[in-house]
């Protein structure tokens, strides 16, 4: 109900307002809805301040604004500090949720049933990066035959779960905080998915790529043109490479990696998030560099 609302709400708006007013209203709600998520983190109350979160989710993640009005909206007055807001909230929201799911799945008895019995959040949650993974599977073309390494996996690795589920392929889950790496491969001793599926606790600037037919970067790992240098100085010439990034108002939920962070790499095509989608996912290839460092 609450995603309805907005969305009627804010289509309702084009009936009253020229496009550059209403993208500037736009803006502003988009203001205020990151202010009531602030608000409710710092009052300390969980429920208000994920009804909150959900409600900022929905309009970021309506689709409501054609390309170019969602650029126009991000890069508005005084949004730069509103957006930076917005992701630290989120990648708070987003580690208390896999913190509680990594002890749900050391509590309970039955761990793969509680994968498709568990709550409706991290159902939600869940199906998120399950559908991600797949259209990740379908634009590489991974297979059993592959090996793959996810650099920025973080301590729930649920697309490298995916993976092993649906193809079949070997999986080295990376992870530069300890903790958060050991977290990560309990979830998968628990699950049975330890011969397929291994945690590594590293820096992705140091990991040797060569071994690797498959090499994704998280959105969150860092820094990523370190960690491209480091891919582009250690990986085979035939290897597929991955990023993960943002568009449009999903930037307001995880920061977009930068072009040119990606070099000696550029996108060459792209899984594009949609509907419930948060991430977009950069199939890369090598470009040749000019001696002065242009592509």
């Known amino acids: 109900m609450e995603e309805r609302i907005q969305e009627g709400l804010l289509r309702g708006l084009a009936g009253f307002y020229p496009g550059s007013e209403l993208l500037k209203r736009f803006g502003d709600h988009i203001q205020s809805l990151v202010e009531a998520a602030e608000r409710t983190a710092e009052d300390g109350d969980p429920e208000r301040h994920?009804?909150?979160?959900?409600?900022?989710?929905?309009?970021?993640?309506?689709?409501?604004?054609?390309?170019?009005?969602?650029?126009?909206v991000v890069h508005g007055e005084d949004?730069?500090?509103a957006m930076a807001t917005s992701q630290r909230l989120f990648a708070d929201f987003e580690c208390r949720l896999e913190d509680a799911f990594v002890a749900d799945i050391d509590r309970v008895k039955d761990p793969q049933r509680y994968l498709s019995d568990c709550d409706s959040e991290t159902r939600g949650?869940?199906?998120?990066?399950?559908?991600?993974?797949?259209?990740?599977?379908?634009?590489?073309?991974?297979?059993?035959?592959?090996?793959?390494?996810f650099v920025g996996a973080g301590c729930l690795p649920i697309t490298?779960?995916?993976?092993?589920?649906?193809?079949g392929c070997r999986v080295d889950a990376v992870e530069i905080l300890r903790d958060r790496a050991a977290q990560a491969g309990a979830v998968i001793d628990r699950l049975g998915l330890a011969d397929s599926l291994q945690v590594i606790a590293a820096d992705g600037r140091t990991v040797d790529f060569a071994e690797y037919s498959?090499?994704?970067?998280?959105?969150?790992?860092?820094?990523k043109a370190a960690?491209?240098?480091?891919?582009?100085?250690?990986?085979?010439?035939?290897?597929?490479?991955?990023?993960?990034?943002t568009e449009g108002l999903r930037q307001f939920i995880?920061?977009?990696?930068?072009?040119e962070s990606l070099l000696p790499y550029q996108a060459q095509t792209i899984s594009r998030a949609r509907g419930f989608q948060t991430l977009s996912t950069l199939c890369l290839g090598r470009v040749s560099l000019k001696p002065d460092g242009a592509a």
């Open 160 to 167: 490298a779960m995916e993976y092993v589920r649906r193809t």
């Open 214 to 223: 498959v090499i994704l970067v998280g959105v969150l790992a860092e820094p």
């Open 254 to 259: 995880y920061k977009p990696t930068a072009p």
């Open 50 to 72: 994920i009804a909150a979160l959900l409600a900022l989710e929905a309009v970021l993640l309506s689709d409501l604004l054609s390309d170019p009005e969602a650029r126009e």
């Open 125 to 149: 949650y869940l199906a998120r990066y399950r559908a991600l993974a797949a259209a990740e599977i379908a634009l590489a073309g991974i297979g059993p035959q592959d090996r793959v390494v």
């Open 79 to 81: 949004m730069q500090a």
């Open 227 to 245: 960690i491209f240098a480091r891919i582009a100085g250690s990986t085979a010439a035939d290897s597929r490479v991955l990023c993960r990034t």
